[in-house]
């Protein structure tokens, strides 16, 4: 059971240069998130998504766009990558709200770890 | 706006000693309140969850936290620390829109 995703694990890019972290849940998650993971700063959410087709802003958006395209993937792009966006890239999924059955909990892939020169 | 303030970015213990990590929260209504660990080149996974059934919530690896409302805090406790537990522990509490929102972290160190 593979549970959530990421590709790629690691990546150095270059200042203005662009790409697309990709991540893949097959737990049937209606919610997929993107946090980056900062020293002392612990971690910020980046977008998020509620469902297939729809995304929407966290704490820290800017510079970064996303797509849920399927139900099961959420893509994280950088259009022009800046030195600032130098961190370490989690996605999760989950069910937080259960309604009845209570509250659920998110899971985590092992992250991306993002370099730019 | 909810929110999770963890006390001392690090801690050190002795093989053996009590782990006491701090999480305070921030919330206008009953929250919800999580405790994540992430060990080195890892992502996070749960430890333990509050959702109002018990004050007292064990987790998993001996692990337990008190939820205490009159303090507003969710510490996390481990009677004896073990080398295996050193790595970086998170307070989260579930946001009004279905999002998690983590505290800054707390490195454990254990010591022999």
């Known amino acids: 059971n593979a549970g959530v995703t990421q590709t790629p694990k690691f990546r150095v890019l270059k200042t203005g240069q662009s790409m697309t972290l990709l991540c893949a849940q097959d737990?049937?998650?209606?919610?997929m998130y993107w946090y980056r993971q900062d020293p002392g700063m612990g971690l910020r959410l980046i977008h998020y998504?509620?469902?297939?087709?729809?995304?929407a802003k966290g704490e820290v958006p800017d510079g970064y766009n996303v797509s849920r395209l399927k139900k099961q993937n959420f893509l994280l792009g950088l259009e022009s990558a800046a030195p600032s966006q130098t961190s370490v890239y989690f996605c999760?999924?989950?069910?937080?709200?259960?309604?009845?059955?209570?509250?659920?909990?998110?899971?985590f892939g092992e992250g991306s770890r993002l370099t730019v020169l | 706006a909810q929110s999770v303030t963890q006390l001392g970015s690090h801690v050190s213990v002795s093989e053996g000693a009590l782990v006491l990590l701090r999480c305070n929260y921030s919330?206008?209504?009953?929250?919800?309140l999580f405790w994540y660990v992430q060990y080195p080149n890892q992502g996070l996974q749960l430890l333990l969850k509050?959702?109002?059934?018990?004050?007292l919530v064990k987790g998993i690896n001996g692990f337990e936290a008190e939820f205490k409302k009159s303090e507003t805090s969710f510490h996390l406790t481990k009677p004896s620390a073990h080398m295996s537990d050193a790595a970086e522990y998170f307070c989260?509490?579930?946001?009004?829109?279905?999002?998690?929102?983590f505290g800054t972290g707390t490195r454990l160190q254990v010591f022999p």
């Open positions: 989260a509490v579930r946001s009004f829109t279905d999002k998690l929102i």
């Open positions: 737990m049937n998650h209606e919610y």
């Open positions: 509050y959702t109002s059934a018990a004050t």
């Open positions: 998504s509620v469902g297939e087709g729809t995304t």
């Open positions: 999760a999924s989950g069910n937080l709200n259960l309604g009845l059955a209570g509250v659920g909990e998110l899971f």
């Open positions: 919330s206008s209504v009953p929250p919800y």
